[in-house]
């Protein structure tokens, strides 16, 4: 005899015992609850007559049932797209996507914890933007840019594993950088696409893509970045427009011809169209180069017959030992050089030199035309003071209490 006892038993076990996932158990529960429904009528189920009886109810509930089955079979395909569109929505709230100086999309983490800095003038950007710490592998080593290190002692733990043409990628690899940052270089970039490491191009000719590539680095690295990013963008602006007001007035006459030189041997200056001729521009003079272009060769002859009135030498212009150059007495002296306006009238000026060369692609480059005004137009910017305006943009920009003895320092190109 099947009694109620025995069926409750029997049922009770197989609902208490249904194994799967949630909807799975929640499916199980509705299937047992038409069980009882259909056997347990009336509260009697006594003997198999009775439960023959209620069998036939049953075949009511079997049609309600199987809807149920179907819904539930539904709504568990949907929740199971809600947890897919759930896990794709975390991984892009996980990533971002930057668009670099070429165009390219770069997709990289929303937290950057390890940088690779390729570009010698990027990484005092990056220092700048808060991410000192952050860097484990550079191009930039203390012997070449001493002040850096000075002024961000944390670049001191990243290994120097670039070059200018070369990288170490098996050690680049084991430092597992979020990103990398270097200047436009295909042949770079298709090396770093093998380790699968994000990689961001980035350049600038002008202080108006030099503001782009800051605000750009900011979006990368996140955080408060974006703030010192826009400090920065508007102090270069409003220092540019301060300039420009003076040497406006300034007539074209009175604006002497500067030549940039950026090495003796082989000799090498900056022309037209560069960052260069910008703060050359805005501080009140005109570009001698009659050429255009970024580190260009010249010769003997074309700067003797550009005749500049002023020259500007990169600090490492002197630091090749086999250059018959190696310092300012050795220019003055020297019986071809002397043929030249500025050698013979010895306006010649040593570039300053601080975290980053001052007169090339850094964020230093901000103090550059301020000071090149200084030296070109002292009646007209005799109200400037370039070791308080250092020291003032260390504070604000390094986070770094620059001395006066360090400030005169690094406007005289001298190493700590």
Known sequence: MVTEENLKRSLQSQ???????????HRNKVLCSFAWLSILKD?????????????????????????????????GQSNSK?????????????????????????KISSQINKIADSWPAHNEIVAMLGGADKIVATIDSKQQYPWLYKVFPEMNKAQTLFTQTTVN????????????????????????????????????????????????????????????????????????KEVKAKTSQIPGAQKPK???????????????DTIVDEWIQAAGGKNAAEISGNQKPASMEQ??????????????????????????????????????????????????MGAFLWDRYGMESALQFQWLAKQLHPDQFQNFDMVKETRQFYKTFMSYDLSKEEANKILNAQNP
């Open 15 to 25: 609902c208490e015992n249904s194994k799967g996932n949630v909807r799975q158990r």
């Open 43 to 75: 509260g009697e189920c006594k003997t198999m007559e009775g439960v023959k009886k209620s069998m036939k109810h049953l075949s009511l509930y079997l049609v309600v049932l199987a809807m149920l089955v179907v819904l539930l079979t539904g709504c």
């Open 82 to 106: 809600s947890d897919a569109s759930r896990s794709t929505a975390n991984q892009l709230k996980n990533e971002k996507i930057i668009v670099d100086s070429t165009g390219a999309k770069v």
């Open 169 to 240: 990628t098996e050690q680049l690899a084991a430092q597992k950088p979020d990103i990398i940052f270097t200047s436009v270089n295909p042949q770079f970039v298709s090396k770093t696409k093998e380790l699968k490491i994000p990689t961001m191009q980035l350049v600038f000719q002008n202080y108006n893509d030099l503001k782009k590539v800051i605000a750009t680095t900011a979006k990368a690295l996140g955080g408060d970045a974006q703030d010192k990013a826009d400090q920065y963008n508007a102090y270069l602006t409003n220092k540019l």
């Open 258 to 272: 500067i030549l940039h030189i950026g090495t003796f041997k082989p000799l090498v200056i900056d022309g037209k």
């Open 303 to 352: 700067i003797i017959k550009w005749d500049p009135d002023t020259i500007i030498v990169g600090k490492t212009a002197f630091s090749d030992q086999q250059n018959a150059i190696k310092s300012l007495d050795t220019l003055y002296k020297n019986e071809q050089w002397k043929r030249i306006s500025a050698v013979k009238n010895k306006n010649v000026y040593i570039n300053p």
